[in-house]
């Protein structure tokens, strides 16, 4: 079959082709057309939809999980505050995660780390083997861990700390992180839980410490930018918007961990 790599196709047409079990990565496909296709079947992971329209789409038995920024209207309604209370019903601690001052923020920190000794307490239970196990091609339990102390180095301590490169070995950036000089990238790694732990507990310390001592004033301040490459961008940041990436990781890693910890348990029953 044809491989495309390193190449600019802007513009180009694609008409009475067949494209079934092809694979798309790390590709830009804005402003596209899409007319008279089938996307039965489709697996789309990492993928943005800014300012998307569809129109004369079917979906049947479609899944979609996925961050609502802004509106989201299906058939002219607005389902995104539809969405978002209901989320909020089905689990009231998720309210906590858009906190308006220093105080909810310490609410919020609070009841993810109340959330997550309860998941780790879980994953004990378990055999050492399955928490290195994937679900559905999704991070493991382990790698889970030690993707938060990713998120936490990256917002927290380089972010707003202003440290250029405080990256661990065994912290682990998203899959398609581009690689950078400095950033770690051990995705086979396998230490046990105790070992995942210990950075994850540290990371989450400090976390706790910063949130111990934040004001009003410090959500408010915009960050000195690092100029080391690596990740976020060396930008200036508003302290909110950082610790709102670092709850946000929290909290939906954590669904993600507990839904897999379901299935593996299951798998282990039966």
């Known amino acids: 079959m044809a491989e495309f790599r390193d190449q ?12 079934n079990g092809s694979t798309i990565e790390d590709a830009d496909l804005s402003e596209m057309t899409i007319r008279n296709a089938s996307m039965a079947s489709a697996d789309f992971r990492g993928v943005m939809f800014p300012d998307v329209r569809m129109r004369g789409v ?23 505050p539809l969405i978002e209370a209901e989320l909020n019903r089905l689990d009231p601690d998720r309210a906590l995660l ?15 780390e109340r959330r997550w000794a309860a998941l780790v307490d879980r994953a004990r239970t378990l055999p050492p083997e399955q928490l290195h196990a994937s679900v559905g ?7 889970t861990l030690r993707h938060l102390a990713f998120a936490t180095e990256c917002w927290l301590l380089r972010a707003i700390e202003g440290d250029p490169r405080p990256w661990q070995p ?4 998203w899959d398609e992180a581009p690689p950078t000089e400095g950033v770690p990238e051990d995705r086979d790694a396998q230490p046990d839980l105790d070992t995942a732990l210990a ?44 610790l709102l990436a670092i709850l946000r990781e929290e909290w939906e890693h954590r ?15 039966g």
């Open 199 to 242: 950075l994850r507990l540290d990371r989450a310390t400090r976390v706790r410490d910063y949130m111990s001592a934040l004001t009003d004033e410090e959500l408010a301040r915009m960050t000195v930018p690092v100029t080391e490459p690596g990740w976020p961008e060396p930008e200036s940041y508003l302290v909110r918007d950082c």
């Open 58 to 80: 079917g979906f049947r038995d479609a899944e979609i999980d996925g961050e609502i920024e802004g509106r989201l209207v299906i058939n002219g309604v607005d389902v995104a």
């Open 8 to 19: 600019d196709l802007s513009g180009s047409t694609f008409a009475h082709v067949r494209l």
């Open 255 to 269: 669904r993600f961990a507990e839904r897999d910890l379901d299935e593996l348990a299951a798998r282990d029953d």
């Open 170 to 173: 065994l912290s682990l950036p």
């Open 137 to 143: 091609g999704e991070w493991s339990f382990i790698q």
């Open 98 to 112: 858009s906190p308006d001052d220093a105080d909810g923020f310490r609410a919020a920190w609070a009841m993810l």
